[in-house]
Structures are given as structure tokens and as C-alpha cells.
């Protein structure tokens, strides 16, 4: 029952939705890369009909948007089919850009805590610190990376620790957000209570306030996570990094590599995804381990 439950629930829709989008997908593909396979086929004289005409734009060597299958092939042959240590493996550079984003997002974790406790204890700290945290996600992250990576080159510090910065940058927004909505979430009345057994202002916090901003913390960290998956990308741009995610969609564009590029974008996706399912899974196991049942 629970399996046919999750079936219908879960898994059927995310197939009929994954199912629709690669259908659209292949139209997409063979209406953008249709002009330039019909000027080929003019300047070599041939004029093939319907099927075989759809069929050379969904395997041209440097299509402009790739077909579902040739992006599918150049994703396998990258993972499985090279060593981790080639330069064209998509699990190297999945490495390197997964080391700065864990970095970035631990140091955005805990800079994102830290101020968000200071807001909750602090009123003064809510109405001068909290209106520029907000401003400051309002500043493109292109506009962002390239002064960081400068200004810490100037200072001799570069490699991961720039990537990172960038990444905290991105991920620190969304844990302060979620996790001041996690220490004010406890109802006025447990607040009460907690004042009629003379809780003093630290036990108060430990064990209510923090207890009750558990799942709020976990939620917004499964954003932060793939935030900061984000900005080491991004970082990795203006530096011309020859390693990592970014690095690789910078030699397909240079190159007109459009495969490889849409290899390393789903590569990026499927990181994210697992970083996501791994942030929602240790929230679980928190949350069962404080006694909250599952729902």
C-alpha cells in the first residue's frame, strides 16, 4: 500500500513532468538547429526530406542547443568512461567545484546562525543590521565575484578560499532568513511557561527557541546548499579556473562546445540535487533523533 501510495503520489508525476520536458526538448533542439542544418544542406546540394532532415539536426557536431541523447552520451562517457583525474571527467571537476561549495557553505551555515541569533537577542542589531542583509542580495553575484577574486588576489589569497567567499555570499541570506523565523517561532504561551518555571534567558534558548528552529534551519540550508553550489560556479568565471564546473562551461563556450556545456550544466543539476537530498536527509535524521515523528 505505501509503495503504490508513493507511485501514484511521487513518482509518476515527476515522470510525467521529466517525460514532458524532454519532448519539448527535442522541438526546442530541432527548431533552433534547424536554420544552419538547412544552410548546409543548400551548400551541399542536398535536399533530404522530413525525417532524415529532423534526424541531422538532432546530431550535429556542434549543434546550438544539443539534443536530450547527445547531452545523455556526453554526460556517461565523462563520468564512467575517464579516469577521475582526466581533465575531461565530469567527476573531477564535480570535485573541484564541490570542495569550494562545501567550504562556503559551512562558512555561510555559521555565519548565517551567528547573526541570526544576534537579531532575535538583539533589537538593535534587527533594525540596523537586518535592512542591509537584504540590500546586499539585491547586488548581482556577477557584479560581486570579480571584486572579491581581486581584492583577495591583491592580498595574496586565492585557490578555494575566493570560490568560497563567493559561495557564503549566497548562502548565508536564506539560513538567517529561516532561522530567525526558527527562533521566533515558539508561541507566546511556551514562552509563558518557560518564564513560570524561571527558565533563565540561555535555558530558554536552548530548549525551546533552538529546538524549534531545527526544521526552519534544515529548510532554508537545502536553498543555502545549492546557493553556494551557484556562486563556486560562478566564481570560478572570473578567474579562467581550469578545474571545476565553471571551468568547463568556460572552454565550451570558448570552443563552441555547446555538448559540453550542456554536460557540465547537468552535471552541476544532479550535484545540486544530491547536496539537496543529503541536507534534507540529515534534517530527518535530527529531527527523529529529537523525537519529532515523521509525518
Known amino acids: 500500500m505505501a509503495t503504490d501510495r508513493f507511485f501514484k503520489d511521487r513518482f ?8 514532458a520536458a524532454v519532448v519539448l526538448w527535442y522541438g526546442f533542439a530541432v527548431l533552433m538547429n534547424g536554420p544552419v542544418q538547412r544552410d ?45 583525474t582526466s581533465n575531461r571527467s565530469l567527476v573531477y571537476h564535480g570535485w573541484v567545484t564541490l570542495s569550494s561549495t562545501l567550504l562556503g557553505f559551512l562558512m555561510g551555515t555559521v555565519l548565517g546562525i551567528l547573526i541570526a541569533v544576534g537579531i532575535v537577542h538583539l533589537a538593535v542589531l534587527d533594525r540596523s543590521l537586518m535592512p542591509w542583509i537584504i540590500a546586499s542580495q539585491t547586488v548581482p553575484i556577477l557584479a560581486v565575484a570579480p571584486m572579491v577574486i581581486v581584492v583577495l588576489a591583491a592580498i595574496n589569497i586565492t585557490g578555494i578560499i575566493p ?4 559561495s557564503t555570499y549566497l548562502s548565508f541570506f536564506p539560513v538567517v532568513v529561516g532561522m530567525v523565523t526558527g527562533l521566533r517561532s515558539p508561541e507566546a504561551m511556551h514562552l509563558d511557561l518557560m518564564r513560570t518555571y524561571h527558565a533563565s534567558a540561555s535555558e530558554t534558548f536552548w530548549k525551546l527557541r533552538v529546538p524549534a528552529s531545527v526544521p526552519f534551519l534544515f529548510t532554508s540550508m537545502k536553498v543555502a546548499v545549492a546557493a553556494s553550489l551557484v556562486g563556486a560556479i560562478v566564481g570560478e568565471l572570473p578567474t579562467g579556473a581550469v578545474a571545476g564546473i565553471g571551468s568547463k562551461l568556460l572552454a565550451g563556450a570558448y570552443y563552441s562546445q555547446t555538448i559540453d556545456m550542456w554536460a557540465a550544466l547537468v552535471a552541476g543539476s544532479v550535484l545540486a540535487g544530491l547536496l539537496v537530498t543529503v541536507v534534507g536527509m540529515v534534517g530527518r535524521l535530527v529531527e527523529r533523533g529529537m523525537g519529532r515523528r515523521a509525518a
Open 12 to 19: 509518476v508525476p515527476v515522470i510525467t513532468v521529466l517525460a
Open 40 to 84: 548546409m544542406d543548400e551548400r551541399g546540394g542536398e535536399t533530404p526530406g522530413l525525417v532524415t532532415f529532423v534526424g541531422k539536426t538532432l546530431s550535429q557536431a556542434k549543434p546550438i542547443v544539443p539534443a536530450p541523447h547527445q547531452v545523455a552520451v556526453n554526460v556517461f562517457e565523462n563520468t564512467f568512461l575517464r579516469k577521475v
Open 163 to 166: 570560490k568560497a567567499v563567493i
